[in-house]
């Protein structure tokens, strides 16, 4: 199974751990990578990752995303095919161009799910879910469907 995790997705087990919320999430994700370790599940990583972890200011923690994108085992370059669909997400779903970016190239990688811990994002995407050729969902939510 192909899975693509944004950023804040990745970035959950950095967090600070004293929400309930944010620690079950960042357990979810902790599990999730785990399974792609094991080559259960298969990571997609993409260009807009990889230049959003750039842009991390923490050098450990940046060194941290980059390791767990490592494991992905295809990567999506952001092209003009990704760029025009990021557009048309962005105007039909009233997301951030990251965001847009972000799902155009889960949709390219032909994902079965793209996690995300942003509920804006993932409100938007289930409010307009016909218009996404890919399913998106909270990792806690969707590991505890498929566990």
């Not at 994700?29 to 200011?57: D, Q």
């Amino acid at each position: 199974m192909k899975i693509y995790l944004d950023v804040c997705c990745l970035n959950r087990p950095y967090d600070d751990q004293t929400q309930d919320r944010i620690r079950l999430e960042s357990e979810a994700v902790i599990t999730i990578l785990r399974r792609i370790e094991s080559e259960e599940w298969h990571l997609v990583s993409s260009g807009v990752l990889s230049y959003e972890i750039s842009r991390t200011y923490d050098k450990v923690r940046k060194r941290l995303l980059y390791s767990a994108v490592r494991r992905a085992s295809e990567f999506i370059p952001v092209g003009q095919k990704t760029s025009v669909r990021a557009g048309e997400l962005q105007r039909g779903l009233g997301t951030r161009a990251y965001d847009a970016l972000h799902i155009a190239c889960a949709e390219q990688g032909g994902v079965a799910v793209f996690l995300s811990t942003d509920d804006r994002l993932v409100k938007a995407a289930k409010r307009n879910s016909e218009a996404i050729n890919i399913r998106v969902e909270n990792p806690l939510i969707w590991l505890q469907e498929v566990v």
